[in-house]
């Protein structure tokens, strides 16, 4: 995978500025990643979005079943799904008017990746917010 998905300019901007998160594939079980990352980054004044076809309310979050019923402006969107269905949320990003695409680790779609950023989207893909934050300091 090029470096071009994961600037580090990018991933600083995104974790640092970037208010409201919808997590595709959130669900309220916290044995998986994408409860764990989206509980990190709430803890750390963001607000998370849940995106999962059951609209279960996670975190105190309503949550909806597409990205397309999200009632206001989503700055980022984790892709918190399988490589092969990565690119049909990116896709939905893009036609919701996202401002970037984050893909935590083992998730790659470089085709889909291209289209968002030919889309003017941000991407960062197979990165893990929290290792990224640690790395970086908090916001």
Known sequence: MENRFADDDVIKRLLHQAQTWAFVGLS????R????QAQLLQARGRRVIPVHPAAETVLGE???SSL?????????VGVYRRSEHAGQ?????IAVGAGAVWLPLD????AA???ALDAGLHVVMDRCPGVEWALRGSA
Not at 28 to 31: A, I, K, Q
Not at 107 to 110: G, H, P, Q, Y
């Open 33 to 36: 990643t994408a409860y764990d």
């Open 107 to 110: 998730v790659i779609d470089e």
């Open 113 to 115: 990746a291209q289209r």
């Open 28 to 31: 309220d079980n916290p044995e």
């Open 89 to 93: 949320v990116i896709d939905e990003a």
């Open 68 to 76: 397309a019923e999200v009632p206001v402006t989503v700055d980022v």
């Open 62 to 64: 309503t949550g909806y």
